[in-house]
């Protein structure tokens, strides 16, 4: 029998990673995405522990090493730009704050694509408009108008999922924002940024503002962070984001008015609140959510790509090896992922409270149980076993 048809909704980082291995396993797979291509921007993120061996498990390993941002590591500074705390990318193995693989959203994004685009139809500009299931198929309407049937679909589309609220129901019973937002956009290096990522935080506001090298030294990547409880600005409104970011910036010193001046003329932009997904199912019938569509970890936790790459390679071994029986392929993805999920999502919170806005009369942190620290970031780092499918599929066949 051929391999089963199998869509998968989002280009950026879990959509194409399941590709891969879907593909790998047998499947004919179709991604739809809805912008009219790769979508560049973001910020760096990081690849540790299991997530690096997932790479290498694809054959990527050269490719997206190549591709690396090259930060030596990152410092933090007072308003004067004064160095007060340093973290270097060789630390804690390459697995520490700056990891020893850490690439740009948008580049990491291209290598994936590059790497299916020749045995995986792509199909962008267009997203699913209407999807019915029975028992054996999907019946999937694209807004474009076509009509196709498909054995499984995997809803990668981030975290405002389209296909989540199509399924499982409206994001406010799944999202959950964690007062905080963060931008992003690249700017002409006129602060001789080098091979150091550079933060400021404002201990009393609860914002930050920093810069991070690129590989093109030429431009270096502009980070701000602030609180935003009654944030509600749509998520495709890049003007409205803008003026948000100005607004919540006033005042802010260090580099902020120098960075924020290029803010009208930069090439890309990326501005979302911090919020995680929180789903008791990431499967209903024949369709299953993957990457930040089914458990969003946040931006703060650092682990949001390791936790797309580790559950493409999961979803579709476990279905290959189910031998594309959906029930049973999606709870052994469930059960493997889970507390891998659980213990990022603890990370990203403990990360959000950290920046918590002090207050002139805030009593000193507790200080940190550090054996419960290193558990739970080992979980959150290893925490999970990655199977040999090659194996298990090839003896069971
Ligand atoms: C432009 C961009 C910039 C980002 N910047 C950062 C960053 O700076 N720092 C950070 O930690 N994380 C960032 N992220 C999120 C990060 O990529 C994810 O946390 C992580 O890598 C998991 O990826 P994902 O593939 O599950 O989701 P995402 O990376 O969010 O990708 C979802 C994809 O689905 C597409 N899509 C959305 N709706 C539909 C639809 N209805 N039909 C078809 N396709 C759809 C989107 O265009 C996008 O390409 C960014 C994401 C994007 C898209």
């Keep these: 029998m051929s391999g089963p048809r199998v869509l998968v909704a989002g280009a950026s980082i879990a959509g194409p990673s399941a590709a891969h291995w879907l593909r790998r396993w047998g499947a004919e797979v ?11 921007g973001g910020q760096a993120v990081d690849a540790r522990g299991v997530a690096k061996e997932a790479i290498r498990r694809m054959g990527l390993d050269p490719a997206v090493r190549a591709a690396r941002t090259d930060t030596a590591g990152a410092y933090t500074v007072d308003v004067a730009g004064n160095v007060l705390e340093t973290f270097r990318a060789d630390d804690d193995g390459g ?6 693989i850490e690439i740009l959203r948008g580049d990491l994004s291209q290598v994936l694509y ?17 999807l019915s299931q029975d028992a054996d198929e999907v019946d999937v309407t694209f807004a474009s108008g076509g009509r196709r049937r498909f054995d499984l679909v995997v809803g990668a589309d981030g975290l405002h999922s389209g296909l989540r609220s199509m399924v499982f129901g409206p994001r406010e019973r799944f999202v959950r924002h964690l007062g ?21 935080q404002d ?17 270096a990547m502009a980070m ?33 008015p120098r960075i924020l001046a290029h803010l009208d003329d930069t090439p890309d932009f990326y501005l979302d609140q911090v919020a995680q997904v929180v789903m008791d199912r990431w499967s209903s019938g024949r369709v299953v959510l993957l990457g930040d569509s089914a458990f969003s970890s946040s931006p703060m936790s650092g682990q ?30 469930e059960r493997r992922m889970r507390s891998f999920v659980e213990a990022n999502q603890e990370i990203g919170r403990m990360h959000v409270h950290l920046r918590d806005a002090a207050g002139p009369d805030a009593e000193p942190r507790p200080e940190p149980d550090m054996e419960a620290l290193t558990e739970l970031i080992e979980r959150a780092v290893n925490g999970v076993e990655l199977p040999d499918y090659a194996t298990l599929i090839t003896s069971s066949s």
Excluded: C
């Excluded at 905080?180 to 290096?189: G, I």
């Excluded at 201990?203 to 431009?219: C, E, K």
């Excluded at 029986?325 to 999606?330: I, K, N, Q, S, T």
């Design 30 to 40: 179709t991604v739809v995405e809805r912008a009219p291509g790769l979508r560049p």
């Design 95 to 100: 697995d520490g704050y700056i990891a020893d």
């Design 114 to 130: 590059d790497n299916t685009r020749d045995g995986v139809e792509y199909v962008f500009d267009d997203r699913i408009a209407e």
């Design 180 to 200: 905080l937002a963060l931008a992003f956009y690249t700017v002409p290096n006129e602060f001789e940024v080098d091979r150091w990522m550079i933060d400021y």
């Design 203 to 219: 201990q009393g506001s609860g914002r930050s503002s920093g810069l991070r090298p690129l590989r093109d030294a030429t431009r």
């Design 224 to 256: 701000f962070s602030f609180p935003a409880p009654d944030f509600d600005v749509d998520h495709r409104d890049v003007s409205a984001q803008k003026s948000l970011l100005r607004e919540r910036m006033a005042g802010l010193g260090w580099l902020t």
């Design 304 to 333: 949001g790509t390791g936790l797309a790459l580790v559950g493409a390679y999961l979803l579709a071994g476990e279905l290959a090896a189910a031998d594309w029986d959906p029930e049973a392929g999606f709870a052994g993805y």
